[in-house]
Structures are given as C-alpha cells and as structure tokens.
C-alpha cells in the first residue's frame, strides 16, 4: 500500500498532480499497489484527484479529515466515521474565542464559520467548498462535524498548539498547514484510520509505504514500514522519517514510486 498526504506533498503548490507522478502511480497501481489518499481534506474536495489517479478502478479508497472518514471511491462507500459531539465542537468554539482565534467546521459539504479570514480564504481556495458566514455558530451547528479548525497566523497558533494540548487531551490535535490547527475526536489520527484499513485489507505494516510534509502526517509516517518525508517537510519534523526525497513541485513521491515499488 502507498499512503500518500495530498497538499504540499502529492499536489505541487498550484494544487495539481505532476503528469510525472501520476504516470508512476498508475503504473504502481498496474502491480497491484493499493494507492490509498490520505488528507485532512473533506471528502469532497479529494474525490476529483482519486478518480484523475483511477483509485476508482482499482477498488482503492481515501482517508479524509485526517482520518476520521475512511471511503472506498468507486461507490463512496463509508468504512469508518467518527464525528466529534455539539458538545466537543461548542467547547472548541468557545477556546476559540478565548484565544482570539478564527474556527471553521463542515456540514452538509460546506465550511461554516461565524468570521471571515484570510486563512478562511485559503481553506476555500483548497477545498473549492461553499463558505456559508453564519450569524451565530453555536446555533447553526446543531449536530456533530467531523473536525474543527482553529486558523491564525503560524507563529501566534504554534502557542495555540501546545496549550489545546494541554486543555483538550480528550481530542486528537495537529498541525496540517501552519495556520490550520485541526482538532477531532480522541484516537483519530491518520495512522489509526491507516491501521484500520491495512488490516481489513490483509495488508501488513511492513507492506506500507507512506508520504508526507506536515505535523498531521507524522503519526502515518512512523506507523509505515517505509517513512518519507517530501523536502519541504517542517523544519521540526525532518528528523522523524525513514528518507527525506525531493519536494512536492519537484516530483518527491515519483521518487518513491520508481525506487521502492517499480524498480
């Protein structure tokens, strides 16, 4: 199985995928590699790049909200789901607003958030998902969403990290951009819902190859038999992997591919 992260490590920075990387993926998917996407993306903003990879014919799936939703693409069959509670996400809002930071959720396929942001923006540029500005969040969200995001600039939200650590160890918290801090249910990780998957399919641990760039990676990065970090990993993180290869906008998964699967 290859597990790949999408923004800033499959997808070069205009959020394509490279012909390069995509030839080698088909070809990996020829030899009868699972190729499983996995993302703190919604599921509806990573299904157009699932079926441009063919994982639709190839009976794959895709990991997304970092974790929290496992589908098979073909059908969009829901394996796993694990959503947080009003209660979780009302709490979340109110940090939030103590720690002076903006907070996004998603329901019925579109952001919802009580402010506007740049960091909002940059959500919805990603995403291609309708932003709907609600006039109070806590009365439009009125049932339980996948994950919540906490947005501000990345070196105020750092500190924001590590104190939602501290005040939330119930939730499962990680950086997925600098200025995204993304919060879901406890035991939702990436590496959890890859475990998951890798066992109903009969594929073992050391049979997993898994590539990232960012903080909500590392828990799939050490969980893989193979660890591997694209080059504009953070900083921080560099360390942490089994390889480092070359960066999104220079092909770094193709590496991977052509190294460890088709040679």
Not at 124 to 147: C, L, N, Q, W
Not at 153 to 170: Q, S
Request: net charge negative; aromatic share 8%; proline share 2%.
């Amino acid at each position: 199985m290859l597990v790949l992260d999408m923004d800033d490590t499959l997808l070069t920075d205009d959020h394509r995928i490279s012909d390069l990387n995509k030839k080698v993926i088909l070809e990996a998917q020829a030899k009868g590699v699972y190729v499983v996407l996995a993302s703190g993306r919604p599921t509806i903003a990573m299904t157009a790049y699932a079926k441009e990879l063919e994982l639709h014919l190839n009976d794959s799936y895709i990991i997304s909200f970092n974790g929290a939703i496992i589908s098979r693409v073909k059908d969009d069959l829901v394996l796993f789901e694990q959503k947080l509670t009003v209660e979780q996400i009302y709490a979340l809002y109110d940090y939030s607003v103590k720690m002076k930071t903006d907070i996004i959720t998603y329901l019925d396929d579109e952001i919802i958030s009580q402010t506007d942001s740049e960091y909002i923006e940059v959500e919805k540029e990603i995403t291609g998902m309708t932003h709907r500005k609600v006039t109070s969040f806590k009365e439009y969200v009125d049932r339980p969403a996948v994950k919540c995001i906490l947005l501000e600039n990345p070196t105020y939200l750092k500190t924001v990290e590590n104190d939602l650590i501290e005040a939330m160890p119930h939730l499962s918290v990680s950086m997925s951009k600098p200025f995204f801090l993304e919060a879901a249910q406890q035991g939702i990780d990436k590496a959890a819902s890859l475990k998951y998957l890798a066992d109903k399919l009969g594929i073992l641990q050391s049979e997993i190859i898994a590539v990232g760039n960012a903080g909500n990676d590392l828990t799939m990065i050490e969980y893989a038999g193979l660890g591997v970090w694209v080059d504009n990993v953070a900083p921080e993180l560099r360390d942490k992997a089994d390889l480092i290869v070359a960066s999104n906008n220079n092909d770094g998964v193709a590496e991977v591919v052509q190294r460890f699967i088709l040679n």
